[in-house]
């Protein structure tokens, strides 16, 4: 993948000098400097669906300080975002003021487009003990922040009340994956039709990286090191074949399946992040109080049950006329108590900016989940999620670690080989050496 990538950058930027492409861009620091507050201005960002959303309901707040701004909020999938920026950093033009990025892709980004983004270092360190420190240092490059965490997404077990009390099972016995594997066959057997947990077999490594992450893991250590064939990474690839031999798993090989699945109640638990909650309050309202959440499994008791799926951050590209005042949006956004607040209440959105979770609503009971403190409960969770150690290569490892993955949940192959031969693979590709 990682020759794919770079042959459609060279193909890009070959096609665009040819039509008169801008010319480099040099690496640019967010110095903080006065901004007067009759500025006329413009601000352009790309984000997507409900995130989009949520930034436009903080221009008001914005617009108090500086109401001569006008901010324009383009919806852009998250396909169509990492095709125009790959676009966008070769050509040095096209590219928006702020832009919404996952924070475990925006981590290639800066070691292939050094000059890509705005140093947001100097302006953000006072800021950094106020921010979910997992996020944080995925915004990072060679000790510079280039993305400012917005969401976090700690992750849990989704459950249906009414299955679990069918089967007589209490969630908060189930303290390690053996445990849930046991509550699983007998609410199988109470609630004919429905699976206990859905996986995507072949197409997707969401549950085998929460799983690692909880475990401390990932693809890569702090060192750059390959770690796909970890202790860590063979026991969560153990567990979920565990869980089709026990027979408790539906596969679930797309988002849509996921969602018909969960709504037409054939799946007991769904294992995702925070954000997980909006889907459910949006996409089925009549489970309205069937749901509730307990912290995610771990492979022995007494561990950490802690880990995080998904989440975003904003960063400004090299390219933005109007940097100084596109990070003065993205402070008011999302380093303020009241607009991350507003974003989690209406759209779900979890903080990374931990002072937010002081606010009485985080200790709340939310009625779709029978009137359950989820929010507390995820927040006590944010602090405690292992850093994940990101490189340039982590698309390529995922395309590596998902065929291993498939081979052994859909092909029966053994999981200790599979992920061997990965690791040589990545090592080949990238050059990289392989963790002792």
């Not at 221009?59 to 095709?83: A, L, M, R, W």
Request: charged residues 25%.
């Amino acid at each position: 993948m990682k020759k794919i990538f770079f042959l459609i950058v060279g193909l890009v930027a070959v096609f665009l000098t040819g039509c008169g492409g801008s010319k480099p861009v040099e690496t640019s620091e967010i110095t903080g400097k006065e901004i007067k507050s009759d500025i006329k201005a413009e601000i352009k960002i790309w984000s997507w669906d409900v995130a989009a959303l949520g930034l436009k309901d903080t221009i008001p707040s914005f617009n108090e300080k500086y109401p001569n701004v006008k901010v324009i909020v383009e919806e852009v999938g998250t396909g169509d975002t990492y095709q125009k920026l790959t676009i966008g950093l070769n050509s040095n033009t096209g590219l928006p003021d702020i832009m919404t990025i996952e924070t475990d892709a925006f981590i290639k980004y800066p070691p292939n487009f050094p000059n890509g983004f705005y140093d947001l270092t100097k302006v953000s360190t006072d800021l950094k003990n106020d921010f979910d420190p997992s996020k944080w240092q995925l915004g990072m490059y060679e000790n510079k922040l280039y993305a400012l965490p917005w969401d976090s997404a700690p992750a849990g077990i989704f459950y249906r009340r009414d299955f679990f009390e069918n089967a007589g099972i209490d969630p908060n016995n189930i303290k390690t994956w053996d445990d849930f594997i046991e509550a699983g066959k007998k609410v199988q057997v109470a609630n004919p039709g429905v699976k206990m947990i859905p996986i995507n077999y072949a197409k997707g490594t969401a549950i085998h990286s929460m799983m690692v992450n909880s475990l401390g893991s990932g693809s890569f250590n702090s060192e750059g090191e390959i770690t796909v064939a970890d202790k860590s990474n063979i026991k969560a690839l153990k567990m979920q074949k565990k869980f089709i031999d026990e027979d408790i798993s539906y596969n679930a090989d797309s988002w849509n399946t996921l969602v018909i699945a969960t709504k037409n109640n054939e799946v007991a638990t769904v294992l995702y992040g925070g954000w997980w909650g909006g889907t459910l309050k949006d996409q089925m309202p009549e489970q309205n109080g069937k749901w509730g959440v307990i912290p995610i499994p771990s492979f022995e008791e007494g561990d950490k049950r802690v880990s995080y799926a998904g989440g975003a951050s904003l960063a400004i590209p090299s390219q933005s006329k109007n940097a100084e005042l596109a990070w003065e949006f993205i402070k008011n956004a999302v380093a303020t108590k009241e607009n991350q607040v507003m974003m989690y209440k209406k759209y779900d959105l979890f903080p990374s900016y931990l002072p937010a979770f002081e606010d009485e609503y985080f200790k709340k009971g939310d009625p779709y989940f029978a009137g359950q403190k989820v929010s507390e409960l995820f927040a006590d969770m944010v602090p405690l999620i292992n850093k994940k150690y990101g490189t340039e290569d982590d698309s390529e490892a995922s395309d590596y670690l998902l065929d291993a993955q498939a081979a052994v949940l859909t092909g029966n192959a053994d999981v200790d080989k599979v992920l061997k031969g990965a690791a040589e693979a990545i090592k080949t590709a990238t050059g990289r050496s392989i963790a002792n």
